[in-house]
């Protein structure tokens, strides 16, 4: 007794099929073409089913919010399954902000067309057209007689129904809608976010689990040569040990009984010599620069700047900054025969099915993927080793296995956003209008499109030419919320800063002189009028960058307001403007553009990754200094989009411009120009 | 025998030396209180030790024999909005959240708070929270709830 609406997997790819998710993660492909979207059972419940997950964007509630609207429900009507192999469609993972522009329009049309099918059925039930019926609050009624009416489940009640979403189903207009674009107080899954009901991977506790602790090198790329666990084994409370190829661990019958045996465990390590430092980070982009990409080119650069009355030439620096999401990396694995089952924090819960399936040589059948709520990821937990590892632990063992990272674990052995090296020169006129932009820009790692992103300028020199080229990584990078977009703005913001100040010309006014794309004026202006922007240097004694940009399709600009004091800088506002398209969840979007914004002050101010010799040397919360309560400005989102342009993401572009706004900031309260980050170490 | 009470339920504890936090989430099954750090920076472990906020990560089960642990499981009355504690019910309604791992502590130390200073200067609610971690960035949102709980208007 149900109605099913079932659809293709399609949305599950990444809609830029050629983009870093494709291009990474392309090899990923699904099981079955056709999956459940929706279902609505004999009493009326409605789930929602989604490939994506959960790991605070919030897109539980959104999802549901979209379902809501479309079935004439109370958005508390509707569950939301995410993240489960077994349940839920294919999808190749959760990154590049498509999970409300692709998964969220597919979970539109499959409600559309569910709502069709019951307005179907009523007007055979009530003996009425369907144009005289409309659904609202879970019934169908007439339009002229309400008592005339069929709640869902009575409609349902005996029916086996399944259908195809609607090719072009008669989804709700921007005019009509109830639900989405509304302001909510509360979040689906809040209340079991304050009173700690909500599970996530650390939590994760099947009777009879073992806690392995896996012995890795003290720095990268180091081997064991020489393994001695026989004192690790005599720990009381240690189960076992293993030693399994390049897999060396201990489990115990309690975390603290495998902590203390990994401690007294004898591994003499071969460490590779010679590795570089932070101090030759700079030169190592530049001279290990491989595979030049252009992404962008027009015109002349040649006749450009001969054009050119102001050349300006500099360039920009980006340190490796480190994911640090709250919830260190866990996974636990349980076979029962020759089934798996893991349970882990992970963005690719396909994809880690695919992976084991593959490294035990067995069918994806026999792996089920379960990924909990997820404590922040922000890009990072796309890779997922550590499931291969309880996994392969688990399989050895004979019991669950569960493998925690610690804080020092989850810094050294996740990915770091890439380093990189940004040369810009432009030529303008006298009355500061661009004739010829060239940009060479470096990015650290092997996965070329993260460096790519952003790279293009937004603005409209006649002659262009953009590269972006891939260099050698000294620690492992990958990706980050934005990718490279967060620093490839960076570096091309404050170019236009500096612009500005040599034209004589205001930050803003130099933008608009150079920009016709309606959309990204729209977005500076509305930030300049929220900020109430009067120049980089404020009569307060304070400083105010603005900057600009576009990631995931949705255009951005936020103005920071600054007071530097010594070596610390202190942002006391923001204001941004970010036009996404449909916003479905006002609330949700604005919380993103806010963390989005608080993460990226991080970066801007304070944060850097150091290694040196393998190691790193700031793996710790006493020595990697991320933002807190008290470095948390005031912020004022806007959403300045239209509501019936299509929902883009709201939860990458709040980090673009960040960084240029406060280094322009920086510059108006002291004059000193910052192109290398984070700032306070240039101070 | 250490004799420890949890929510309110006496307990005898095997071993003195048992790393709090660790008997709490794999002894009890009490998983709301998160490890974040393991060096008591983060803030993610906070419970309650006689009402006052205390970092489990960082202490043994034999330090607080004989004390009263509270942990997030134990704050509300019910599953309900309406049961949640006045300090839950503002982080729920300011949204005053993005993935949830850190919350537990928030509300355990604004709980603290306010149990010290019922109304609490801005600077005292920053300082009570400065050695918390949110890396979803939902600071404005939380400054926002401890401020609406302290109001009553939660």
């Known amino acids: 007794m149900s109605l099913k609406i079932v659809g293709d997997v399609q949305v599950g790819f990444p809609q830029l099929r050629t983009g870093y998710g494709a291009q990474t993660y392309g090899n990923t492909q699904p099981q079955t073409e056709r999956a459940t979207w929706i279902a609505l059972d004999a009493d009326g419940g409605i789930t929602a089913y989604a490939g994506k997950v959960e790991y605070g964007q919030n897109i539980r509630t959104g999802l549901a919010i979209e379902v809501a609207d479309e079935l004439r429900v109370p958005i508390e009507a509707v569950t939301v399954v995410l993240g489960d192999t077994d349940r839920v469609p294919w999808d190749m993972g959760t990154f590049g902000s498509q999970s409300t522009a692709r998964v969220g329009w597919q979970l539109r049309k499959a409600a559309a067309t569910a709502r069709e099918v019951l307005l179907t059925l009523a007007a055979d039930r009530l003996d009425l057209p369907v144009a005289e019926l409309e659904a609202s609050a879970g019934r169908v009624a007439s339009k002229s007689d309400g ?34 674009g509304r302001a909510h107080k509360q979040r689906i899954d809040g209340i079991d976010r304050v009173t700690g009901r909500a599970k996530y991977s650390q939590d994760v506790l099947p009777e009879g689990v073992l806690y392995a602790v896996i012995i890795r090198p003290p720095a990268y790329g180091g081997r064991a040569k020489r393994v001695d666990l026989s004192a690790a084994e005599r720990v009381p409370g240690v189960a076992r040990v293993v030693e399994d190829g390049d897999l060396i661990a201990v489990l115990g019958e309690d975390d603290e009984a495998a902590a203390l045996g990994a401690r007294v465990a004898q591994v003499e390590w071969e460490i590779p010599a010679g590795q570089p430092s932070r101090f030759d980070l700079p030169a190592l982009l530049v001279s290990s620069g491989q595979e030049p990409f252009v992404m962008q080119e027009r015109g002349d650069l040649a006749e450009g700047f001969r054009g050119a009355s102001l050349v300006l030439e500099a360039t920009y620096f980006i340190p490796f900054i480190a994911p640090v999401p709250m919830e260190p990396r866990a996974a636990v694995a349980q076979w029962e025969g020759g089934h798996l089952t893991v349970w882990a924090g992970t963005q690719r819960p396909f994809g880690l099915r695919q992976e084991l399936a593959s490294i035990f040589g067995i069918e994806e059948s026999q792996v089920r993927v379960i990924a909990p709520e997820i404590g922040g990821g922000f890009g990072a937990k796309s890779p997922y080793g550590l499931a291969h590892d309880a996994a392969r632990l688990a399989k050895i063992a004979g019991r669950p296995v569960r493998v925690a990272f610690t804080r020092y674990e989850e810094m050294m052995w996740s990915n770091f956003r890439p380093a990189a090296i940004v040369e810009i020169k432009s030529g303008s006129t006298s009355d500061g209008r661009l004739v010829a932009w060239e940009s060479v820009a470096y990015h650290s790692g092997d996965r070329v499109m993260i460096g790519r992103r952003g790279s293009e300028t937004p603005y409209d020199p006649p002659h262009v030419k953009s590269t972006v080229y891939r260099s050698d990584s000294p620690i492992p990078s990958g990706s980050y919320r934005s990718l490279g977009a967060a620093v490839n703005h960076f570096a091309r913001e404050v170019h236009m800063d500096e612009l500005a100040a040599a034209a004589g010309l205001d930050p803003v006014e130099v933008r608009l002189r150079n920009l016709s794309e309606p959309r990204f004026r729209r977005v ?25 940009g576009i990631d995931v399709g949705s255009y951005v600009a936020t103005a920071a307001e600054v007071s530097v004091q010594e070596k610390e800088v202190r942002v006391h506002r923001v204001a941004a403007a970010l036009d996404c398209g449909l916003v479905v969840n006002p609330e949700g979007a604005a919380n993103q553009m806010e963390g989005s914004i608080v993460m990226g002050l991080g970066g801007a101010l304070f944060e850097a990754s150091d290694f040196q010799d393998g190691r790193l040397l700031n793996s710790t919360f006493a020595r990697y200094r991320v933002p807190r309560i008290v470095d948390a400005p005031r912020i004022d989102v806007r959403f300045v989009g239209d509501d019936t342009t299509p929902s883009t993401g709201a939860g990458e572009p709040g980090i673009v411009p960040i960084a240029a706004a406060v280094s322009g900031a920086v510059y108006g309260a002291t004059g000193q120009r910052h192109r290398e980050l984070p700032i306070q170490r240039y101070l | 025998m250490l004799t420890v009470t949890v929510n309110g339920v006496e307990r005898e504890a095997p071993q003195g030396g048992r790393n709090l936090l660790s008997y709490l989430r794999f002894d009890l099954g009490l998983t709301g209180t998160k490890y974040g750090c393991g060096e008591g920076l983060c803030g993610a472990c906070t419970v309650l030790v006689d009402g006052q906020p205390f970092r489990s990560c960082m202490t043994t089960v034999g330090a607080v024999a004989g004390g009263a642990v509270t942990t997030i499981e134990g704050v509300a009355v019910g599953d309900t909005l309406e049961s949640l504690h006045p300090v839950q019910r503002a982080f729920v309604e300011e949204q005053a959240m993005q993935c949830g791992y850190c919350i537990p502590g928030f509300v355990m130390s604004t709980i603290g708070l306010l149990n010290r200073e019922p109304h609490p200067s801005a600077g005292q609610v920053r300082e009570a929270l400065a050695e918390h971690m949110c890396r979803c960035g939902t600071y404005q949102r939380i400054e926002r709830a401890v401020e609406r709980a302290a109001r009553g208007d939660a």
């Open chain 1, 147 to 180: 008592s005339r009416a069929l709640t869902y489940a009575d409609l349902l009640r005996g029916q086996e129904i399944e259908r195809e979403i609607a090719a072009d189903p008669p989804v709700t207009p921007a005019s009509e809608f109830t639900v989405m």
């Open chain 1, 524 to 548: 500076l202006e509305a930030t300049a009028e929220a900020f109430g922007w009067s120049g980089p240097r404020m009569a307060n004694g304070h400083g105010a960058g603005i900057a600009l």
